[in-house]
């Protein structure tokens, strides 16, 4: 399956995609590929708060799965302006393309430089 041509890509697998109400708004969650990675995610916990400034490699978000967790890097520097936690956490990793985590207000040639679509499938040999 080809992930959305909508959104840009990091090579850790999270998707980061313009909000269309917002210029310089972003909101990042997790590919498939990523995903089926952790398995079943049973908690979510955020390392900032909304207002913080965080880095591209800053670690946002912790998932934790089934006998593996994973971090969700904030794709783009810039400041975290909301952070959304589900009820049922797991949502994240059966929709993971409808599951934002987050929305960070970052420069737009920063979303530019990100991996489209296809470079992120030809990464991981979708």
Not at 45 to 58: I, K, P, W
Not at 79 to 98: A, K, Q, S
Not at 102 to 107: E, R, S
Request: aromatic share 8%; with cysteine; glycine share 14%.
């Amino acid at each position: 399956m080809s992930s959305p041509n909508d959104r840009h890509y990091t090579s850790n697998g999270e998707w980061v995609k313009p909000d269309s109400h917002n210029l310089g708004y972003y909101t990042v969650g997790i590919t498939a590929h990523r995903a089926s990675q952790l398995g079943t995610i049973n908690s979510q916990s955020f390392n900032y708060n909304t207002g913080s400034t965080v880095g591209a490699s800053d670690s946002v978000c912790s998932l934790n799965g089934g006998g593996s967790g994973g971090d969700v890097h904030g794709a783009l520097g810039g400041v975290l302006r909301n952070e959304r936690l589900f009820d049922g956490p797991n949502t994240i990793g059966t929709d993971p393309w409808n599951s934002d985590l987050f929305t960070v207000q970052a420069n737009p040639s920063d979303y530019n430089a990100l991996m489209t679509a296809a470079q992120y499938d030809a990464l991981i040999g979708s």
